[in-house]
């Protein structure tokens, strides 16, 4: 059991933003788009001026943390996201991926250690299948791959597929290499249930990378037939941004493909955060997403990350990831509104559907300036009648936040860990923060798997919902009123 411990006051430093991680901005022009542009929002209050100790855990009443399965070799390397189905979680790394038996969430145990390398490992699961992003360059498709630059045709990135029937002995089936590779991917079930399609987002093309040609403005598209995974394909690249997306700016950066989408299967509703724009798409031609509104933030967004819907599915949540998530961002230089989560709210029918731009949301606390602090990967928790989501942020730990009002955003609930070093910056902290069946799973880039337990009257009702299983990016429906 964690103890709540009184954090530490701490004279905050003030120093210049880190840009490390940044893509560099493009210096072609665009044509001009129907992409709406983000007002300045009023400044919020000022930050918190509470920093804990090296390794302090600290956190609000209502959360708590249960359990901590530490890293070991050979997956020492970086943990990336989550996915989860019945009793298990399975858990990304950038050498291979780690399956829990969290049946007990206060005791989880390792099932299976998979090693295959290939950052991100971003994953994904579905009946007996595994899917692995790859987004680093390799010299073939298999596990035992080394690092071989994308400048040579040979190279290989993309998609990797498992068999996980038996939990304990997954089995590699099948690779489907993809343009640029895979940086994430998102599962959207087939409307007829005979196959599963993959989404994979990848952005960053160069002219000397021969399989990663620009402009690439496009998403590809892998459909799996569920009968027969071997026979997985890429079957269609649509172009999503057939005019030219955001050029860039001092800072903000090009669009050049797409970071993350996440799909809402029930409504045929899609956002894709996509470097420079964010994007609402149909998807009920699951082969052919298309584009039916696009926001910019010119002011304050940096790099748009990923994508979070409300139940209703008449709000979304784009986070931007100012410093790639190796900067120092949540301090009083870098302010509120940047580094933040931006709240949309959706409104029309149809085409006609756009997003507004309501307010912005940061975690209400300064970090140190050895602290990589950013807006990363949440999800929603299953509330009725509320729009409540836990959300990682890197070394600032675990926020639990209401946008019910989606121009008053407030936190209700905050768990963190205190800086790896207090002397020089030091990467870690939480890449993914997801609510499953009653607790808060979240995977440390350093620290290995924590378990979470929430308590608070305002989210009781979310342990009436249960998952058989969860993609966070394939956003499930839940009772609501």
């Given at each position: 059991m964690i103890r709540l411990h009184k954090p530490r006051l701490r004279q905050l430093r003030v120093v210049a933003v880190a840009t490390t991680g940044l893509l560099v901005a493009s210096a072609l022009v665009?044509?001009?788009?129907?992409?709406?542009?983000?007002?300045?929002?009023?400044?919020?209050?000022?930050?918190?001026?509470?920093?804990?100790?090296?390794?302090?855990?600290?956190?609000?009443?209502?959360?708590?943390?249960?359990?901590?399965?530490?890293?070991?070799?050979?997956?020492?390397?970086?943990?990336?996201?989550?996915?989860?189905?019945?009793?298990?979680?399975?858990?990304?790394?950038?050498?291979?991926?780690?399956?829990?038996?969290?049946?007990?969430?206060?005791?989880?145990?390792?099932?299976?250690?998979?090693?295959c390398p290939g950052s991100q490992n971003d994953i994904s699961v579905h009946g007996d299948l595994l899917f692995l992003s790859t987004d680093s360059s390799r010299s073939d498709d298999s596990c035992n791959s080394t690092t071989q630059g994308a400048d040579v045709k040979g190279s290989w990135?993309?998609?990797?597929?498992?068999?996980?029937?038996?939990?304990?002995?997954?089995?590699?089936?099948?690779?489907?290499?993809?343009?640029?590779?895979?940086?994430?991917?998102?599962?959207?079930?087939?409307?007829?249930?005979?196959?599963?399609?993959?989404?994979?987002?990848?952005?960053?093309?160069?002219?000397?990378?021969?399989?990663?040609?620009?402009?690439?403005?496009?998403?590809?598209?892998?459909?799996?037939?569920?009968?027969?995974?071997?026979?997985?394909?890429?079957?269609?690249?649509?172009?999503?941004?057939?005019?030219?997306?955001?050029?860039?700016?001092?800072?903000?950066?090009?669009?050049?493909?797409?970071?993350?989408?996440?799909?809402?299967?029930?409504?045929?509703?899609?956002?894709?955060?996509?470097?420079?724009?964010?994007?609402?798409?149909?998807?009920?031609?699951?082969?052919?997403?298309?584009v039916i509104n696009r926001v910019r933030d010119e002011v304050n967004f940096a790099f748009w990350h990923s994508a979070t819907f409300n139940n209703a599915g008449t709000k979304v949540i784009f986070t931007d990831e100012l410093g790639g998530g190796g900067a120092a961002t949540c301090n009083e230089t870098v302010g509120p509104n940047r580094g933040a989560d931006a709240i949309y709210?959706?409104?029309?029918?149809?085409?006609?559907?756009?997003?507004?731009?309501?307010?912005?949301?940061?975690?209400?606390?300064?970090?140190?300036?050895?602290?990589?602090?950013?807006?990363?990967?949440?999800?929603?928790?299953?509330?009725?009648?509320?729009?409540i989501m836990v959300q990682a942020w890197y070394q600032g730990g675990i926020s639990v936040w209401d946008f019910t009002d989606s121009a008053k955003p407030k936190e209700i609930a905050f768990w963190e860990r205190g800086p790896l070093s207090a002397d020089r910056p030091v990467g870690g902290g939480t890449w993914s923060a997801y609510y499953y069946n009653g607790h808060i799973y979240s995977n440390d880039m350093v620290k290995g798997l924590d378990v979470l337990e929430l308590n608070d009257w305002r989210t009781w009702t979310a342990k009436l919902t249960r998952y058989q299983e969860l993609n966070v990016q394939t956003q499930p429906s839940y009772l609501g009123w």
């Open positions: 665009a044509p001009e788009s129907n992409a709406q542009t983000v007002p300045q929002a009023a400044p919020a209050p000022a930050l918190t001026n509470t920093i804990p100790g090296v390794d302090e855990i600290v956190s609000s009443p209502n959360l708590r943390q249960i359990a901590n399965v530490p890293k070991v070799a050979p997956l020492d390397a970086t943990n990336s996201d989550i996915a989860f189905q019945g009793k298990y979680a399975f858990a990304g790394n950038y050498n291979g991926f780690v399956i829990y038996d969290i049946s007990r969430p206060s005791a989880p145990t390792v099932k299976a250690r998979v090693l990135e993309g998609i990797k597929v498992f068999d996980i029937k038996d939990k304990a002995n997954p089995r590699y089936i099948k690779s489907v290499e993809t343009a640029c590779g895979s940086h994430t991917h998102t599962l959207v079930p087939g409307k007829d249930r005979k196959a599963v399609y993959l989404y994979v987002s990848s952005y960053s093309p160069r002219a000397e990378f021969p399989d990663c040609q620009p402009p690439h403005d496009s998403i590809s598209i892998v459909k799996v037939p569920l009968k027969k995974p071997t026979d997985a394909a890429v079957i269609a690249a649509p172009n999503l941004f057939p005019d030219g997306g955001f050029p860039g700016s001092e800072t903000g950066s090009a669009t050049t493909g797409c970071h993350d989408i996440t799909v809402y299967p029930a409504k045929d509703l899609a956002a894709g955060a996509c470097m420079g724009d964010g994007i609402l798409l149909d998807i009920k031609n699951r082969e052919a997403p298309r709210d959706i409104s029309g029918r149809g085409n006609a559907r756009k997003m507004t731009f309501r307010s912005y949301y940061k975690i209400p606390r300064a970090n140190a300036d050895t602290e990589n602090c950013v807006a990363h990967n949440g999800s929603l928790i299953p509330v009725i009648g509320k729009d």
